[in-house]
């Protein structure tokens, strides 16, 4: 019972954990969403089940609900059963029929991404200017670019973060925001951003989520 509790409990934190702009890309709701489809009733059902199988039934319950959010939950697998009897052999166990039965695209769960898709829908850019007092920087210049990016052969749709390590500029018109557009990142001295018919610029020095 506890290893469920505690499943259901990890699973809230990491849906929580989108209100974070950095995080965003990192959780995948969808998985979490579908591992614990119908969990009340099931949750219900294990508990009334005689003491000798109620442990056996709530270890068989969390099994399942990591075997349906798939390898995108493996990353959070050892957090997600603690708690559970054998939960080292139970991790393994679901990781190889998992990978077993995985495309090549799901081998590899979140991570960080590589390179830029051709088109893309912004859905935020957060910029924040260098503030300072005198000559002491009080807060260091910042932004934020959140894309939805299509999945490969009608996959779901994953967002993207690209984080700028110092940014000195944003131009930007609501175009940018008007369905899916192309972007892209000049290369030079500095990384430019663009989206869409330069609709979106940001200029800084790297990104970090390119590579």
């Known amino acids: 019972m506890r290893g ?5 409990r990890w699973a809230m ?31 219900l059902a294990a508990g009334s089940r005689p003491p000798r199988e109620r442990e056996a039934a709530f270890r068989a319950l969390v099994t399942e609900w990591l075997r349906r959010g798939g390898t995108e939950m493996m990353p959070h697998g050892g957090a997600l059963l603690t708690g559970v009897p054998d939960a080292r052999e139970s991790a393994r166990e679901t990781r190889e029929e998992l990978l077993a039965h995985a495309s090549p695209t799901d081998r590899v769960p979140g991570g960080k991404a590589v390179g830029l898709p051709e088109r893309a829908e912004l859905r935020m850019v957060f910029f924040t200017e260098e503030s300072r007092r005198g000559s002491t920087t009080r807060r260091a210049a910042s932004a934020l670019v959140h894309l939805a990016v299509p999945g490969e052969e009608g996959a779901p749709w994953r967002m993207r973060v690209l984080d700028a390590a110092d ?13 899916a557009v192309r972007v892209r990142v000049d290369p030079g001295d500095r990384e430019i951003f663009v989206a869409g018919e ?7 020095r790297c990104w970090d989520g390119l590579a």
């Open 4 to 8: 469920a509790a505690t499943f259901v």
């Open 167 to 179: 940014p000195v500029g944003l131009r930007a018109r609501t175009g940018a925001f008007e369905g």
């Open 198 to 204: 330069a609709a979106l610029i940001v200029d800084t």
């Open 13 to 43: 934190l990491m849906i929580r954990t989108v209100r974070y702009p950095k995080e965003v890309a990192h959780v995948r709701l969808e998985a979490v969403c579908r591992a614990l489809e119908g969990a009340g009733p099931a949750i």
